[in-house]
């Protein structure tokens, strides 16, 4: 998914919950399911890709952008409270 499908999909969730069409719990999972989609579709030309921690709780499933594995490492590192100094991390695909 590209970024304007995902935004159009984010759009399309918030219009329909702004009519009452839907509540804020199914806006808000559709709005995480297409960040989900985009981020583990995620394909540029700049040489960026989506790349997420395993092996320990603390980063299991943590997902960041970077532009190589060791910009990964240290990505998801930030945004994983207690991340330990070693785990593994594997490109999106």
Known sequence: MDRISAIRNVEQALREFEAGEAD???TEERVLAALRTYATEFDDET???AYVGRG???VEGVVVVASSRAE???RIAEH???APETF???QVT
Request: aromatic share 0%.
């Open 24 to 26: 804020l719990a199914a």
């Open 47 to 49: 040489g960026l890709a």
């Open 56 to 58: 320990d709780e603390a």
């Open 72 to 74: 990964a490492r240290d």
């Open 80 to 82: 994983a409270s207690g």
């Open 88 to 90: 593994d991390i594997e």
